[in-house]
Every structure is written in structure tokens, then in C-alpha cells.
């Protein structure tokens, strides 16, 4: 199976700053990864596909890179309304892989 | 709309069965494949099993391999997952979630609420 590893595991962040969050895969998986958003007491929200393409009526502050072994989900001037967990996924080979998922806070 | 509305869930012995049942709404059913994912309490996301438009091509996480069944009725709309021989570690919220391209792209656009399956003596 392939293995997701996110880093870190929580950021806590001001309004306005840029976030980062790192996702690695076991082995290479090209550009099959995906970036999923979890508000609390809400079912997941896909924001990137192919690593680096932005679903239909994400804001633009989200960006996606990468390919091979290592991603990075990008949230360019933090929002309030981006408390959230945020998980990658590869999209590869079965089973699905999920990463543990980055807790997002606002400081 | 796309709607994706889960039901069958509850608290169950170990050792017992119970089936998820997903209502899809809004866009042609029988068109895409579809996925089950769960989440245990507190807990990360897990992809469960996935089935084709027709039906006749399915995968499963080896954790539930031999104990749960996917299925689906196209002409009613609905996504099953029928589990059995359930353990305490299956307890989970279980979504149901579509796959957006004919081919099966392996990720998820749509998502239903979750059903919370728990299983406790």
C-alpha cells in the first residue's frame, strides 16, 4: 500500500499569513494526488485534483504542487472561514490512500 | 442539485451485520462510479470500497475484504454497502461520495452527510 505523510499535523496561523502543508508519498504516484478540506461537523470538500488543479469554485488563495513523492497544498492569505482539517489523497493505486490530515487554526 | 443522502446506520453487537443504504439525486446515477469512505471518531479519512457504473467491477481496502459488500441499483438511485462479521474498530461516521469522471478518476467531488455505524456490546 501507499503510504501519505502529511506534516505537520497542526498550524495555528494569523488572518492573512500564507500556509503550507507537505504531503509525501511512499513512492511515486506522478501527478495523482488530491487535496481535500474538512470544516468541523462537515463531510469532506474537494479543492485540488491532480495535484495541482483547482476545482470548480475554490478560491484562488488555495494552490497545489508537486509530482512524484512530494506535494504541497498551498493557502495564500488565510481566511477565518479556512479553520479546517485538510487531507491529501492519492489517486494511484488501490486501496486509496489517505494522509493523517493538518489541522488548521486561526490564531 | 447533486444530493447524496445516507441512511441505515446505528449501534450493532460485534459479530452482527447491518446495511448502508446512499440515496443519489441531481445528476445520472448510474453514469459514475461511487465510493464508500469512513472516519472513526477523532479520526482520519479511509477509503472503504468503490464500484463501477455497471456494477461489475469492485475494490475494497483489505481491512474489510470478505466482510463488507458494495453494491448499487441503478434504476432506484441507491449505493449500498451491505457489512458484516462488524468489529468495535469499524465504528465510524461512513460516507457515501462520487467519483466525477466516467472512468474512474479514484477521487470524490460529492459527498452526503455520514451515517454513524457503531459497533459496541
Known amino acids: 500500500d501507499i503510504q501519505m505523510t502529511q506534516s505537520p499535523s497542526s498550524v495555528s496561523a494569523s488572518v492573512g499569513d500564507r500556509v503550507t502543508i507537505t504531503c509525501r508519498a511512499s513512492?511515486?504516484?506522478?501527478?495523482?494526488l488530491v487535496w481535500y478540506q474538512q470544516k468541523p461537523g462537515e463531510a469532506p470538500n474537494l479543492l485540488i485534483y491532480a495535484a495541482s488543479r483547482l476545482q470548480s469554485g475554490v478560491p484562488s488563495r488555495f494552490s497545489g504542487s508537486g509530482s512524484g513523492t512530494d506535494f504541497t497544498l498551498t493557502i495564500n492569505s488565510l481566511q477565518p472561514e479556512d479553520l479546517a482539517t485538510y487531507y491529501c489523497?492519492?489517486?494511484?493505486?488501490?486501496?486509496?490512500?489517505f494522509g493523517g490530515g493538518t489541522k488548521v487554526e486561526i490564531k | 442539485e447533486v444530493q447524496l443522502v445516507e441512511s441505515g446506520g446505528g449501534l450493532v453487537q460485534p459479530g452482527g451485520s447491518l446495511r448502508l443504504s446512499c440515496a443519489a439525486s441531481?445528476?445520472?446515477?448510474?453514469?459514475?462510479?461511487m465510493t464508500w469512505v469512513r472516519q472513526a471518531p477523532g479520526k482520519g479519512l479511509e477509503w472503504v470500497a468503490n464500484?463501477?457504473?455497471?456494477?461489475?467491477?469492485?475494490y475494497y481496502v483489505a481491512s474489510v475484504k470478505g466482510r463488507f459488500t458494495i453494491s448499487r441499483d441503478n434504476a432506484k438511485n441507491l449505493l449500498y454497502l451491505e457489512m458484516d462479521s462488524l468489529r468495535p474498530e469499524d465504528t465510524a461516521l461512513y460516507y457515501c461520495?462520487?467519483?466525477?469522471?466516467?472512468?474512474?478518476?479514484?477521487?470524490?467531488?460529492?459527498w452526503g452527510q455520514g451515517i454513524l455505524v457503531t459497533v459496541s456490546s
Open positions: 513512492q511515486g504516484i506522478a501527478s495523482w
Open positions: 461520495a462520487r467519483d466525477p469522471s466516467e472512468w474512474g478518476s479514484n477521487f470524490f467531488d460529492y
Open positions: 489523497q492519492q489517486t494511484n493505486t488501490f486501496p486509496l490512500t
Open positions: 464500484i463501477k457504473q455497471e456494477g461489475n467491477e469492485k
Open positions: 441531481g445528476f445520472t446515477f448510474s453514469s459514475y462510479w
